[in-house]
């Protein structure tokens, strides 16, 4: 057989070219695990000796789906698995010890089933040293680019011939192959019907990782030398008896020769035999293209490294350089060259090679530098295109067709600056960055922290300020259209535009909306940019725990940017917009600084209009810019950023107030977002009333809105499914769209019993009904020994602190109070008595149900309910002083839901009612108190 041939020219043994070939063709017959001793030697000696391979082998990145070759080890690296080209038992070509391995396997596996290829995945191939002299060699055609030495490939095989020849030459411990370059790179063929399809010099390469897919192979090759064809070599066709005894012998049959195996006289019988049978085989046809071919290796020019080579080296390294600071992928193959054990700068050819591969070049062109062999003109090749570019540029520049980059990148900075009105210090602090840019190398990393720096300092609205609306009818319109009442935020943006005009000149100032969801706090900031033609920028510090997101990083980070505030100067293009911080009562606090304490600077008019940036580190001027923040709560804001703010309350909203916002604004909103409009959907003002009564009430609007829109929703599903056409809602059908009602009752108990007394809370959804109530726990206790009585009192329904402290003051002044009106009543002296604030789920804290709890104990003590349709709010001292107390709107509007007809308030909190509107207090009966005995005849009249 020809194959014998190809193992006796490789071998490099001492041997007679006969013994070799006898060696060879028993090793074609028999399977590789029972080879014999002297075999296994030669083996040893040609291929895999593991301990003398010092060959590094590069590694390369190529993707997730193939291992990396780890350099020089001869593993595989991410993870990869390593397996023999012979199945998953066995070491494959690896000397002797493999072998013996492998019987060994083969020994403690002979019970299983007939032997199944492994599945088709990556194997990575033993490490081997690289013949210096191979000369017959498969030749594998590419396209576009070939094949430098010390570089790695990924090559595809789909031939059949081809895919077939390899698989016997990796069978054979011969992973080489040689790569030439197709003249045609429309021919996509792995195989040429003629040496004359193909470039006669290309590279030896060795196969290190193979994927057989079964209808081709997926290799990973790399480069060693350079060769050339001499000339043509036939290859027959395998026969499918040898691939039977070969690849695919039944285990039953190996196993008999493993057990003839310990029989050293049967088995060079056995050898001998084979060997005849083989060669009495018919030699078979050659078959069609060119698939072996005999080859030299290519042998450069002597040369001396003379100064033209040295500056000619120097300017292919700069080159190099730059086309690493483009495209960083191109690292990878750098430093595979930079790893095969020799500095590639020390070697003009390897360098050579290295920009050859680097490079775009056409295919002929990069065939021309792997067919040099001067090394003076194969340096000048590869430069050769880069100098003429660097000549083309200079030309430009001096036609002044083309600038440099950092000519352009100035004039573009200065560009920006020339219709604005830089401050002189900013204007310092620019040039000084402009000189230096000037100063630094292209691909620094200084450079590009320089560039950026500048391109925010020069993006800055410098003396750039909107035109603002003063006519205080137009800004009156505008706050009307979008929103319902909100008088006092109103009002306020009127004052503001009013004193603006009077000066001539626009100004800042930091004003916060509180209140509960849903009242319209954030869009109503929008609709005052829009009344005073300012642009709008909103960012929310809700749960922020970075001093950076305000104050900028530190140009010396990487990835540093300015704050959130610079960023809204950029934004905007003015220095006068309209800053929206929202959730300002939910700053976090964390290990990278208090956010809120950044606020301090930011929010004070005495220092903002010097606001220093971590980043720009230069003064900007943010007197101009109306802040407005928005909260639910006071008591999370910290005092001296809240004492910065200017307070404006925003309260919930009665049903009156809810309706007129619903009629409108949501529903014509909402029924043109479900595509729908008057003449098919309509919605009674009566069914807003029970939509809003007994479905939302909470104090903003939120819920409202997405009550109503569930009602489109629904509506625009039942004209589109052809059920109806037009479809009115009204206060019969409105469970069909929006289910049960939520709310069934309007208060707990229509009319209380003695010990139970309703009170008014404020929460931050709004104001609530509160209802106390008290009971006997136990009976009376006797008199004791020493003449007193001991009562207690039991607090439940997840009560505050401060409300159980509230709670303990009103007992004990609810006993000295009720000694005094009744001295014969000793209830409250020695009874056990249990005060329950129902929903028990719900946590309740605060100081304003003292009173609330002494009428309810009083009520209990003396058996008489309190009078109905009541309800009080205000706390009690130990002295019976009532205290006052806030949230007086949505506690009145908690009131009048409620059905309360009169209501008992605290006498310092008269000025809060007489700001509500008519609406709100009308039909209640309004008492304001300094002292609880007042309460007691209110009460208690009756």
Known sequence: MRVWRSFGAASGSASSAASVAIRAGLNALLPRRFLHPHLRRSYSSFSCRKSLCDARIAASVLSDRWSRVAAGSGRLGGGGQRRSLFGNKGSGFSGEDGAESSAGDDESGGDEGPYSPPPPQMTALTTMLVPEVFPNVPLIAVNRNPVFPRFIKIIEVKDKRLVDLLRGKVRLAQPYAGVFLKKDDGNESDVVESLDAVYHTGTFVQIHEMQDLGDKLRMIVMGHRRIRISKQLDVEPEEPESLEAEGEQPKALRRKQKRSRKDSASLPEAMEGKVREAELTVEALPLPGVLMVEVDNVVHEEFQVTEEVKALTAEIVKT????????????????????????????????????????????????????????????????????????????????????????????????????????????????????KLGLLDNHSSEFNVTRNYLDWLTSMPWGTNSEENMELARAKEVLEEDHYGMDDVKKRILEFIAVSQLRGSTQGKILCFYGPPGVGKTSIARSIARALNREYFRFSVGGMT??????????????????????????????????LIDEVDKIGRGYQGDPSSALLELLDPEQNANFLDHYLDVPVDLSKVLFICT??????????????????????????????????????????LCGLDTEKAKITPEALSVLIRQYCRESGVRNLQKQVEKVFRKVAFRIVNGEETEVSVTPENLQDYVGKPIFTVDRMYDVTPPGVVMGLAWTAMGGSTLFIETSLRRPREPQGKDGLKEGSLELTGQLGDVMKESAKIAYTFARSFLMKEQPDNDFLVGSHIHLHVPEGATPKDGPSAGCTIVTALLSLATNTPARQNVAMTGEVSLTGKILPVGGIKEKTIAAKRSGVTCIILPAENRKDFSDLADYITEGLEVHFVENYSEIYKIVFSG
């Open 631 to 672: 909260a639910n709560v006071l008591d999370t804001i910290p005092e001296p950023l809240r004492d910065r703010m200017e307070m404006i309350n925003i309260s919930g909203y009665v049903a009156q107030e809810k309706l007129a916002i619903a009629e409108r604004y949501l529903v014509p909103q909402l029924r043109t």
């Open 320 to 435: 190099i350089r730059d086309i690493i600071a483009l495209n960083p992928l191109y690292r990878e193959s750098v430093l595979q060259m930079m790893q095969a054990g020799q500095r590639v700068v020390d070697n003009p050819i390897y360098l050579s090679d290295m920009g050859a591969a680097l490079t775009g070049a056409e295919s002929h062109e990069l065939q021309d530098v792997l067919e040099e062999t001067n090394v003076e003109e194969k340096i000048k090749q590869t430069h050769r295109k880069y100098l003429l570019q660097e000549q083309l540029k200079i030309i430009k520049k001096e036609l002044g067709l083309e600038k440099e980059d950092k000519d352009a990148i100035e004039e573009k900075f200065r560009e920006r600056l020339k219709d604005r009105t830089v401050p002189q210090h900013i204007m310092d602090v620019i040039n000084e960055e402009l000189n």
């Open 546 to 579: 970075d001093v950076a997101e305000i104050k900028g990083h530190r140009r010396t980070y990487v990835g540093a940017m300015p704050g959130k505030i610079i960023q809204c100067l950029k934004k905007t293009k003015t220095e006068n917009p309209l800053v």
